[in-house]
Structures are given as structure tokens and as C-alpha cells.
């Protein structure tokens, strides 16, 4: 690839190596129409960044003061004697501070939704009665003679606290919810958390000039608001949609580019993370007067596409088509077939308005925390949520009548694949806890592995997912995925049932015997924790700890700071994490010397790589490894997967 990285160990694509090596042909395609047509994409502004620099890849550059920006190395302490640990862990517990926040709004947004059913402002019922009796038992609810409603709102409650605690004591769905043997060692090393909110703010002033400066005692609260963003907003923002929306429904679909050229009809894409308004679109597009107005403006109805999570969320419940993940976003709005692009929050880049104005899309917005520049602005109000989807659909037909003429080029490509999965989908399918486990103790699933997480232009466009997964399943490993990976996985087909002939003939025999694809989509990210529930039932069923367990947790394309928490997390909880792509927690990676032989390699110290390298083994019980290359991240998460089985004697 074009752009070497030797100090990272690792390289970057230009565009020409994007279109060799993707992949997804579709996107391709894409990519070289726009192109022709010159607009810009995010591949020309990757190439006008080239070389990135040195110290943010390496997160030593600092800027949480005014006294620099310093950029400190081993030689070089910041002005006000920060070294290289401190200042590459402050930074990084910055950036899953960021992505816990990100996380915890559209928590909040859907328990204000739960709130808004049970007490009448929001039209709609609760869909998933399921799991509010569920919660409520877990956590200690009362029942007795009281109507499903009055529960939820309970929970509702309940959950909302854990986001937004001020006072000194451990969030209490942690406490109702993770493993004993977890909750006792979190309690040990003092890092259990007070609530999001209070985790945040707590990680803002510790990090600010002057205050914590020893680097281990940092470590420490990178762990507090880890936990804090899994029991705090991943757990409660994926449970909410349950209760508001129901549970995932397990399903054969078709995604890709190709679902935008069928039907002559108004194309709506929604886009973001709180589905909240996306759900209140899926009733609308099928009211009669709505359907008229399309009709009326000559289209035969309104049909809905998904990008991102909110993609991912209405995917696992209807069967939505998906199109792509964060990267491809200007490329499926390039294709001109989108009459609008709805937007709620997070993942929306503004690259997208310049690209929406060539071919007349109307861009919505619809979060008062996420504007884009020349949207339309029509804020989502729960108590009126019927009325805000008529006017966005109604902009969307408006657009409609305007594009007749605008180009289109929509690639034909889709694929199918089931969708839908869960925890307990997932047991049912290998036969129960019971049947699974044996499955995995006798090695005909070597391991599980969630292949989670975002897209980045520092490989391929979704290059790393796929080589990865497809590496993976050669080994015998199950996959699990959630989110942008997702959308990669979902692309590459590998979330058929017929990519069980990619896969080693154990996991291939395993999952043609159960029915199910290698690759098993769980949802959106917020839907971690059902990826989560599964390692812990498979745990508990083996009466055996997380860390003993051959799991796994791998983003190979991290690219948002919500992806840094989540990895932080399943660390937190003994589950060894692989980044894909060098992220600023530089692990030691043997380096090649640049001008040297080809086996002058040096291992960096450094203490935090140390830390999160080696001795977090000891504490955690789990290690982060960082390898941008598909086939050795593989073989990495290969060898664990044989020394934990090797060490608990099964084959
Ligand atoms: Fe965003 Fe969730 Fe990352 Fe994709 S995977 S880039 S966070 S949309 Ni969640």
C-alpha cells in the first residue's frame, strides 16, 4: 500500500489501493463513478491528510491545556512533565469519556421514549413485555398487581438513574447483572462506577492540567467509566428498544447498493443511532394518505433504506434493507436514488451535505445535538412524534417530485442473509447452553469471536472485517457482529448460511447442523450485549470465569470513540480485545527499523503498552493486542483460543 507507517508496523491505502483491494464491488463502483462525476469523497480528503501525523497516531501528542499543544517522547516531557505514559492514557480515557457520552444520550433518549409511552404523551404501546418482566425481576422490582406500563416506567427509572447518579454508590443494574466473580474484583480494585453522567465529568477534571498525574491510578478510572458505558448505556440503550420495540426477530434479507435501484418509489434512508423516530417512520410510510401523496406525486410508495445503526436496529426487527456502514454513507447517497436522508445522531459525517446537494437529496436533521449545514430541521418531539414523521416523509415526497430528472447510478449488487440473532436465538439454535458448550469444549467451534466495531479509511474499504472474519471462520471460529462490521460482513455475504463452506469443516458441520450462518449479526452496536449474554450464559454453563472462556473481542477497523469504550469494556470483563488498526494505545508490536535487514525488528517499551500488553493478564485477565494485518490478527486470536483450551484440557 502506498502510505508506510514503519513505527506503527502498519500501512495505508491510497485510493487506487481502496478500489484493488476492497471487497465489496459495488462500492467500487461507487467510488470510481464519483470520481468521473468529480465530486469529492472521503478517499480524497484521505489522501489530502497524508502523512498523518506521527505523535496523534501515536496519542502522544497533548492538548489539555493551553500551555502547549506538546508533543512528548520518550526524550521529551510536556512543559508541565507529563511523560509518554501519562499523556497517551489521558488522552485515551478522553476519547471512551467521548464515546461513553455518545452511548448514554441515546440511552437516554429511548427511556425518555419508554417514560413518554407509559405515561400517555407518546402514542405507540411497549411491544417488548418480555424483557420489562425480566428487568424488573432482576432488579428487584415490584410486580405484584401492577400493569406492564407502570413496570416499564419503573425500569425506565431505574435505568435512567444508573446514567445520571450523583451520589457515592455502585450503578445498580452492574450490581443486579454482571458476573459475582466480576463485580467482586471490580469492587477489589475500587473501580466500580457511580453512573455515566458521573464518570464523565469525574474522567474531564481528572485529566485536566494538573491532576491526576500518575498513570496507573488513570488506568484505574479508564476501567470506572468502561463499566460505566457497558452497564450504563450499552446495556440500558439496547434493552430499552426491546421494551419499547420488541426483541430481534430472526429473518432472511437482502442488503447491499443493489436494494436502492428496485421500485419506483420515494427513497427515504435513516441514518444514526436512537431509532426512535426511524420506528415512528416504518408506521408512517404505511398511512394511506401518506402512501396517496407518494402516489399522487407518481412514485408506487415510500420505502425505507438503512446506514449505520439505526440501520442495523430496524434491520434485526423488520428486515429494512441496509445499504452501509459510516464509510459508505456519501457513496449510497452518490448513487442518487435516496429522495432523503433522515438523520437522528452520531455517524453522520458533514461530508454527506455536499454530496446530498449534487443530486438534490434532501437532508433531514432531526436531533437538536446533530445539525448539518444546509439541512432541513425538523426536531423529533415525542409528544408529537406522529406529527414529525408526517412532515419528514412529506419533505422526502416534496424531494421526490423535485428529482425526476437527476442522475442515477445504482450498482445491481446485493446479497441475503439472516439477520435477527440473540442470545438466546442464537443457545436455541446449537441446541441449548448445554449443547453449545459441548459443541465448543469438543472443538467443533474453536471459539467465539464479535467482530465489532466501525470502518476506517486507514485500510481498504472493508477489507479488515472481511479478510479478518473469513480468516476466522477458516479457524473455526463463530462470529458474532455488530454495527459497521457488520454492515461489511452483511455485504460480503458472509452472513448467509451457505458461507458455512468458507468456514474449517468443524465450525462448517456445526453450523449446517444448526442452520444457521457462521456469521451471526446480533444488531446494532448497543446490541454488544447480546453478544455479552451469550459469553456469560456459555460461562456460566461451564461453571467457569470469562477469562477461562475462548472468547473474543475484536474491532478491525476501530474508527469512533464509542468503539474505544467498547473495546475497554469487554477488556474490563476478562475478554481479550484485538484492534485492527494501531489505535493510541501503542501495545508492543515488534517494529521494523526502517532502512534496516528484513529481520531488524526492536519491541518499543513503553509502559503503558506494557500494561495493556502483558501485566493486565495478571489483574484482568485479559490483554489487548493491536494487529492492522487480517491473516496475523487471526493467527493471534487463534493462539489464544488453543492456549486457554490447552489449559483447561479440552481439545
Ligand atoms: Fe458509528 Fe454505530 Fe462505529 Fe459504525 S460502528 S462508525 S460508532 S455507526 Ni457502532
Redesign the pocket.
Known amino acids: 500500500m502506498r502510505y508506510k507507517y514503519h513505527y506503527l508496523n502498519a500501512e495505508m491505502p491510497d485510493t487506487a489501493d481502496v478500489l484493488a483491494a476492497t471487497p465489496n464491488p459495488a462500492a467500487r463502483e461507487m467510488m470510481e463513478y464519483l470520481a468521473e462525476q468529480g465530486i469529492e469523497t472521503y478517499l480524497d480528503r484521505f489522501a489530502a491528510q497524508q502523512p498523518l501525523c506521527r505523535f496523534g497516531l501515536q496519542g502522544t501528542c497533548c492538548r489539555r491545556c493551553l500551555w502547549g499543544p506538546c508533543r512528548v517522547t520518550p526524550r521529551k516531557r510536556g512543559v508541565c512533565g507529563a511523560d509518554v505514559p501519562l499523556v497517551v492514557i489521558s488522552n485515551h480515557v478522553r476519547m471512551v469519556a467521548a464515546g461513553c457520552a455518545a452511548h448514554g444520550q441515546h440511552a437516554r433518549l429511548r427511556l425518555e421514549a419508554i417514560l413518554a409511552v407509559a405515561e400517555g404523551r407518546m402514542p405507540g404501546e411497549l411491544r417488548g413485555a418480555e424483557r420489562v418482566w425480566w428487568l424488573a425481576e432482576r432488579f428487584g422490582l415490584p410486580v405484584e398487581g401492577r400493569s406492564l406500563t407502570q413496570v416499564a416506567a419503573d425500569v425506565a427509572r431505574y435505568l435512567l438513574a444508573d446514567l445520571g447518579r450523583v451520589e457515592r454508590e455502585p450503578m445498580r443494574a452492574l450490581l443486579a447483572l454482571a458476573p459475582p466473580e466480576r463485580v467482586a474484583l471490580w469492587r477489589e480494585l475500587d473501580v466500580l462506577p457511580t453512573s455515566a453522567f458521573s464518570e464523565v465529568f469525574e474522567t474531564l477534571q481528572r485529566t485536566s492540567l494538573g491532576t491526576d498525574s500518575d498513570w496507573r491510578n488513570v488506568v484505574l478510572q479508564e476501567l470506572r467509566v468502561s463499566l460505566a458505558f457497558f452497564w450504563g448505556c450499552v446495556v440500558a440503550a439496547s434493552w430499552a428498544s426491546e421494551m419499547l420495540y420488541g426483541p430481534p426477530r430472526r429473518q432472511t434479507v437482502r442488503v447491499g447498493f443493489g436494494t436502492l435501484g428496485e421500485g419506483n418509489t420515494v427513497k427515504v434512508a435513516v441514518h444514526g443511532?436512537a431509532p426512535v423516530l426511524a420506528e415512528e417512520l416504518m408506521v408512517a410510510t404505511q398511512r394511506e394518505d401518506l402512501v396517496q401523496e407518494a402516489r399522487a406525486a407518481g412514485a408506487e410508495g415510500i420505502d425505507l433504506y438503512g446506514i449505520?445503526?439505526t440501520g442495523q436496529e430496524l434491520l434485526a426487527r423488520y428486515g429494512i434493507p441496509t445499504t452501509s456502514?459510516?464509510l459508505g454513507q456519501e457513496l449510497v447517497i452518490g448513487t442518487g436514488a435516496l429522495d432523503a436522508l433522515v438523520v437522528d445522531q452520531?455517524?453522520v459525517i458533514p461530508g454527506v451535505s455536499q454530496v446530498a446537494a449534487c443530486f438534490g437529496t434532501a437532508v433531514i436533521t432531526t436531533s437538536n445535538s446533530a445539525r448539518l449545514e444546509g439541512a432541513t430541521h425538523i426536531p423529533l418531539d415525542l409528544e408529537r412524534i406522529e406529527e414529525v414523521a408526517e412532515a419528514v416523509l412529506r419533505e422526502a415526497i416534496a424531494a421526490y417530485s423535485r428529482r425526476q430528472e437527476r442522475p442515477r447510478h445504482v450498482p445491481t449488487a446485493t446479497q441475503t442473509a439472516q439477520v435477527g440473532w440473540d442470545d438466546r436465538s442464537i443457545l436455541d439454535a446449537f441446541g441449548g447452553r448445554a449443547e453449545m458448550l459441548r459443541l465448543i469444549r469438543e472443538g467443533e467451534i474453536k471459539g467465539i469471536a464479535t467482530l465489532v466495531?466501525?470502518?476506517t479509511p486507514k485500510v481498504p474499504y472493508e477489507q479488515s472485517n472481511v479478510a479478518l472474519a473469513r480468516e476466522l471462520l477458516r479457524r473455526n471460529v463463530l462470529v458474532t457482529t455488530?454495527?459497521?462490521?457488520s454492515h461489511a460482513l452483511l455485504n460480503a455475504g458472509l452472513a448467509d448460511p451457505s458461507a458455512a463452506d468458507l468456514a474449517g469443516e468443524r465450525l462448517a458441520r456445526a453450523c449446517r447442523q444448526a442452520g444457521v450462518p457462521p456469521v451471526l449479526p446480533v444488531g446494532?452496536?448497543v446490541d454488544n450485549t447480546r453478544t455479552m449474554f451469550l459469553f456469560l450464559k456459555l460461562a456460566e454453563e461451564a461453571g467457569l470465569d470469562l477469562p477461562q472462556m475462548p472468547f473474543f473481542y475484536v474491532g478491525a477497523e476501530p474508527?469512533?470513540e464509542?468503539?474505544l469504550g467498547m473495546g475497554m469494556a469487554f477488556f474490563a470483563h476478562g475478554i481479550s480485545v484485538l484492534a485492527g488498526y494501531p489505535v493510541p494505545v501503542p501495545v508492543p508490536l515488534p517494529v521494523h527499523v526502517e532502512g534496516g535487514d528484513i529481520d531488524d525488528y526492536v519491541r518499543p517499551r513503553n509502559e503503558i503498552a506494557d500494561f495493556f500488553g502483558d501485566e493486565a493478564r495478571q489483574v484482568i485477565g485479559a490483554k489487548i493486542y493491536v494487529e492492522p494485518y487480517p491473516d496475523l490478527a487471526a493467527g493471534t486470536i487463534d493462539m489464544e483460543f488453543r492456549r486457554k483450551r490447552l489449559a483447561l484440557g479440552w481439545v
Open positions: 443511532h449505520c445503526c456502514g459510516i452520531q455517524c466495531s466501525c470502518n455488530t454495527g459497521c462490521a446494532a452496536c474508527g469512533n464509542k468503539a
